[in-house]
């Protein structure tokens, strides 16, 4: 069994670079496509965690299981449409997670720019008034807006009609 850890020179398999492990097996480099989903991917998953933490912090507010009990949150009745409403608001970042993944460049650059844009829309929307929910609010979108920047910027270094 070859151990032998290779050169500082990786050798190619059709112009993409490789690495080689210690068994001598060569494995692929990432390529820049591969990099930016992980990037946008990894913004989403910072999103959701942001999101779930911030719901989660909101029930040790005084008052507030109290008021979900009751039906009523904030003055607002929550109806099966808002409850569904809210499903597909937290639905469209885990969706994300996966897509900026597996969706090829050209969808997969506009898709982050309209869920990016439709997801800040509905946190501003949502109108936090509270320091701790603006807090929140503000990492979340100035992520999202992140995600809109680097989808926006994002140029195909292998143009092809294929993606």
């Known amino acids: 069994m070859n151990t032998q850890v290779a050169d500082s020179h990786p050798p190619t398999k059709g112009g993409t670079a490789m690495k080689m492990n210690l068994l001598g097996k060569g494995i692929e480099m990432e390529s820049p496509i591969m990099v930016m989903k992980a990037k946008l991917s990894t913004l989403w998953i910072f999103i959701l965690l942001n999101i779930i933490f911030a719901d989660i912090h909101g029930l040790l507010k005084p008052g507030f299981l109290e008021e979900i009990m009751t039906g ?75 995600i809109v920047w680097y989808a926006w910027k994002w140029a195909n270094p292998e143009p092809s009609p294929k993606n």
């Open 72 to 146: 009523t949150v904030n003055g607002t009745q929550m109806t099966e449409g808002l409850l569904l409403l809210g499903a597909v608001m937290i639905e469209v970042p885990i969706a994300m997670v996966l897509l900026s993944r597996v969706l090829k460049y050209r969808v997969n650059r506009w898709v982050n720019i309209i869920a990016g844009a439709i997801t800040i829309a509905l946190v501003i929307n949502n109108r936090p008034t509270a320091p701790d929910e603006i807090f929140f609010s503000t990492i979340e979108v100035v992520a999202m807006s992140l």
